[in-house]
Protein backbone atom coordinates (compact mmCIF):
# COMPACT_ATOMS: atom_id res chain seq x y z
CA UNK A 1 0.00 0.00 0.00
CA UNK A 2 1.60 3.54 -0.95
CA UNK A 3 1.93 6.18 1.65
CA UNK A 4 -0.05 9.00 1.64
CA UNK A 5 1.39 12.61 1.76
CA UNK A 6 0.53 12.77 4.94
CA UNK A 7 2.04 9.28 5.78
CA UNK A 8 5.19 10.53 4.45
CA UNK A 9 5.01 13.69 7.01
CA UNK A 10 5.03 11.93 9.79
CA UNK A 11 7.51 9.16 8.45
CA UNK A 12 9.92 12.24 7.95
CA UNK A 13 8.96 13.60 11.69
CA UNK A 14 9.63 10.32 12.86
CA UNK A 15 13.05 8.92 11.32
CA UNK A 16 14.63 13.00 11.91
CA UNK A 17 13.89 12.50 15.87
CA UNK A 18 15.69 9.11 15.91
CA UNK A 19 18.82 10.52 13.82
CA UNK A 20 18.65 13.32 15.97
CA UNK A 21 18.30 11.27 19.22
CA UNK A 22 20.87 9.04 18.43
CA UNK A 23 23.44 11.86 17.99
CA UNK A 24 23.50 11.52 13.96
CA UNK A 25 22.52 14.63 13.52
CA UNK A 26 23.47 17.81 15.68
CA UNK A 27 21.69 21.08 15.82
CA UNK A 28 19.95 22.11 13.13
CA UNK A 29 22.29 19.95 10.64
CA UNK A 30 20.81 17.35 8.46
CA UNK A 31 17.79 17.23 5.53
CA UNK A 32 15.38 14.70 4.45
CA UNK A 33 13.88 14.79 1.22
CA UNK A 34 11.02 12.77 -0.35
CA UNK A 35 10.33 12.48 -3.62
CA UNK A 36 6.45 12.59 -4.82
CA UNK A 37 4.94 12.31 -7.87
CA UNK A 38 4.05 16.00 -8.36
CA UNK A 39 6.61 17.60 -6.65
CA UNK A 40 8.94 16.98 -3.12
CA UNK A 41 8.79 16.88 0.41
CA UNK A 42 11.76 18.14 2.58
CA UNK A 43 12.83 19.72 6.06
CA UNK A 44 13.09 23.21 6.13
CA UNK A 45 15.92 24.76 6.34
CA UNK A 46 17.80 25.99 9.83
CA UNK A 47 15.76 23.45 11.41
CA UNK A 48 16.74 20.96 13.94
CA UNK A 49 15.25 17.10 12.75
CA UNK A 50 15.03 16.24 16.39
CA UNK A 51 11.74 18.54 16.97
CA UNK A 52 10.16 18.58 12.59
CA UNK A 53 6.69 19.44 13.03
CA UNK A 54 4.79 17.44 9.97
CA UNK A 55 2.83 20.36 9.41
CA UNK A 56 5.73 22.65 8.86
CA UNK A 57 7.53 20.23 6.46
CA UNK A 58 8.11 22.50 3.38
CA UNK A 59 5.92 20.83 0.19
CA UNK A 60 7.70 21.93 -3.15
CA UNK A 61 6.71 21.57 -6.72
CA UNK A 62 8.24 19.59 -9.13
CA UNK A 63 11.03 22.36 -10.32
CA UNK A 64 11.53 23.10 -6.56
CA UNK A 65 9.23 26.25 -5.58
CA UNK A 66 7.42 26.30 -2.56
CA UNK A 67 3.72 25.91 -2.05
CA UNK A 68 3.36 25.52 1.75
CA UNK A 69 5.53 25.17 4.91
CA UNK A 70 8.50 26.31 5.65
CA UNK A 71 11.06 27.80 3.47
CA UNK A 72 12.97 24.75 2.52
CA UNK A 73 16.72 23.83 3.47
CA UNK A 74 19.53 25.57 1.27
CA UNK A 75 20.48 22.13 0.19
CA UNK A 76 17.87 21.19 -1.92
CA UNK A 77 19.52 21.07 -4.81
CA UNK A 78 21.61 18.61 -3.36
CA UNK A 79 18.62 15.88 -3.35
CA UNK A 80 17.08 17.09 -6.62
CA UNK A 81 20.40 16.34 -8.60
CA UNK A 82 20.95 13.26 -6.42
CA UNK A 83 17.09 11.85 -7.61
CA UNK A 84 17.81 13.38 -11.33
CA UNK A 85 20.23 10.86 -11.67
CA UNK A 86 18.58 8.14 -9.88
CA UNK A 87 14.71 7.11 -11.27
CA UNK A 88 14.51 4.33 -9.35
CA UNK A 89 15.08 6.39 -6.10
CA UNK A 90 12.49 8.44 -4.02
CA UNK A 91 13.75 9.74 -0.81
CA UNK A 92 17.15 11.48 -0.04
CA UNK A 93 19.25 11.71 3.66
CA UNK A 94 21.67 14.03 4.24
CA UNK A 95 23.42 14.02 7.54
CA UNK A 96 26.86 15.41 9.34
CA UNK A 97 27.48 12.07 11.15
CA UNK A 98 30.65 12.00 13.08
CA UNK A 99 32.11 8.91 11.63
CA UNK A 100 30.62 9.27 7.91
CA UNK A 101 32.17 12.96 8.18
CA UNK A 102 35.61 11.78 9.46
CA UNK A 103 36.20 9.59 6.76
CA UNK A 104 34.99 12.26 4.44
CA UNK A 105 37.96 14.64 5.87
CA UNK A 106 40.15 11.87 4.79
CA UNK A 107 43.11 12.08 1.88
CA UNK A 108 44.63 9.64 -0.13
CA UNK A 109 41.26 7.35 -0.69
CA UNK A 110 39.78 5.87 -3.70
CA UNK A 111 37.22 8.48 -4.28
CA UNK A 112 34.78 5.86 -6.03
CA UNK A 113 35.23 3.43 -3.26
CA UNK A 114 36.10 5.33 0.13
CA UNK A 115 35.77 2.16 2.20
CA UNK A 116 36.50 -1.07 2.66
CA UNK A 117 34.57 -4.36 2.76
CA UNK A 118 34.81 -4.85 6.77
CA UNK A 119 30.97 -6.15 6.13
CA UNK A 120 28.30 -8.06 4.27
CA UNK A 121 25.87 -5.39 5.32
CA UNK A 122 28.08 -2.51 4.06
CA UNK A 123 28.20 -4.31 0.69
CA UNK A 124 24.24 -5.50 0.87
CA UNK A 125 22.91 -1.65 1.90
CA UNK A 126 25.83 0.83 0.86
CA UNK A 127 28.03 -0.76 -2.28
CA UNK A 128 30.93 1.23 -3.18
CA UNK A 129 31.00 4.75 -1.40
CA UNK A 130 31.83 7.72 -3.36
CA UNK A 131 33.40 10.90 -2.60
CA UNK A 132 33.14 14.36 -4.14
CA UNK A 133 35.36 17.19 -4.16
CA UNK A 134 35.35 19.79 -1.32
CA UNK A 135 33.01 23.28 -1.90
CA UNK A 136 30.92 25.11 0.50
CA UNK A 137 27.71 24.07 1.55
CA UNK A 138 25.16 25.95 -0.24
CA UNK A 139 27.08 26.13 -3.29
CA UNK A 140 25.75 24.97 -6.79
CA UNK A 141 29.21 23.18 -7.75
CA UNK A 142 28.07 20.26 -5.18
CA UNK A 143 25.24 19.82 -7.02
CA UNK A 144 27.16 19.21 -9.76
CA UNK A 145 29.82 17.28 -8.25
CA UNK A 146 26.76 14.63 -6.88
CA UNK A 147 25.74 14.15 -10.69
CA UNK A 148 28.76 13.13 -11.93
CA UNK A 149 28.74 10.10 -9.15
CA UNK A 150 25.10 9.38 -8.41
CA UNK A 151 24.14 6.87 -11.17
CA UNK A 152 26.86 4.51 -9.63
CA UNK A 153 27.00 5.05 -6.35
CA UNK A 154 24.05 5.68 -3.81
CA UNK A 155 25.56 6.80 -0.84
CA UNK A 156 28.36 9.67 -1.36
CA UNK A 157 30.50 11.41 1.21
CA UNK A 158 30.67 15.10 0.45
CA UNK A 159 34.56 16.08 1.41
CA UNK A 160 34.80 17.33 4.95
CA UNK A 161 31.32 17.83 4.86
CA UNK A 162 28.85 15.09 5.44
CA UNK A 163 27.33 12.01 4.26
CA UNK A 164 24.29 12.20 1.88
CA UNK A 165 22.13 8.76 0.62
CA UNK A 166 19.64 8.12 -2.02
CA UNK A 167 17.36 4.88 -1.94
CA UNK A 168 13.39 3.93 -3.15
CA UNK A 169 11.94 4.49 0.28
CA UNK A 170 12.75 7.05 2.97
CA UNK A 171 12.61 3.71 5.38
CA UNK A 172 15.68 2.11 2.99
CA UNK A 173 17.78 5.55 2.56
CA UNK A 174 17.33 5.94 6.48
CA UNK A 175 18.70 2.57 7.21
CA UNK A 176 21.57 3.24 4.52
CA UNK A 177 22.53 6.00 6.45
CA UNK A 178 22.73 4.53 9.48
CA UNK A 179 25.02 1.66 7.75
CA UNK A 180 27.11 4.20 6.23
CA UNK A 181 28.08 5.82 9.62
CA UNK A 182 28.49 2.66 11.81
CA UNK A 183 30.98 1.34 8.03
CA UNK A 184 32.51 4.63 8.90
CA UNK A 185 33.18 3.95 12.79
CA UNK A 186 34.55 0.19 11.97
CA UNK A 187 36.88 1.95 9.41
CA UNK A 188 37.96 4.86 11.87
CA UNK A 189 38.25 2.47 14.70
CA UNK A 190 40.53 -0.16 12.56
CA UNK A 191 42.25 2.43 11.05
CA UNK A 192 45.92 1.34 12.78
CA UNK A 193 44.97 -2.56 12.64
CA UNK A 194 45.16 -5.27 10.23
CA UNK A 195 41.64 -5.94 9.86
CA UNK A 196 40.12 -8.96 7.74
CA UNK A 197 38.40 -7.64 4.87
CA UNK A 198 35.70 -9.86 2.89
CA UNK A 199 37.14 -11.44 0.00
CA UNK A 200 36.57 -10.75 -3.65
CA UNK A 201 34.44 -14.32 -3.86
CA UNK A 202 32.43 -13.47 -0.69
CA UNK A 203 31.28 -9.90 -2.28
CA UNK A 204 30.41 -11.33 -5.43
CA UNK A 205 28.28 -14.20 -3.29
CA UNK A 206 26.68 -10.93 -1.66
CA UNK A 207 25.87 -9.37 -4.93
CA UNK A 208 24.52 -12.98 -6.32
CA UNK A 209 22.30 -12.79 -3.65
CA UNK A 210 21.30 -9.52 -2.03
CA UNK A 211 20.54 -5.80 -3.09
CA UNK A 212 23.37 -3.30 -3.42
CA UNK A 213 23.86 0.08 -4.90
CA UNK A 214 19.97 0.42 -4.61
CA UNK A 215 19.04 -1.75 -7.38
CA UNK A 216 15.04 -2.37 -6.95
CA UNK A 217 14.83 -5.38 -8.90
CA UNK A 218 17.37 -7.22 -6.48
CA UNK A 219 16.57 -9.15 -3.26
CA UNK A 220 16.11 -7.19 -0.10
CA UNK A 221 18.98 -7.73 2.28
CA UNK A 222 16.92 -8.13 5.41
Known sequence: ???????????????????????????SSGNISVRL???????PTNCCLGNLDPADISRLDAQG??????????????????LAQRPQDKAVVHLHSTYATAVACLAGHDAHNMLPALTPYSIMRLGPVALTPYHPPG???LGEEIALVAA?????????????VAAPTLTAAVYAAEELEETAKLYITLMNHQPRLLTPAQIDELKQKFSTAGDPDAKTCC
Not at 37 to 43: A, K, N
Not at 65 to 82: D, R, V, Y
Open 65 to 82: NLLSGKKPSKEFFLHAAF
Open 1 to 27: MSLTEQDLRQQISDFGRSLFNRGLSAG
Open 139 to 141: DPR
Open 37 to 43: DDGWLMT
Open 152 to 164: KHHCVLLANHGPI
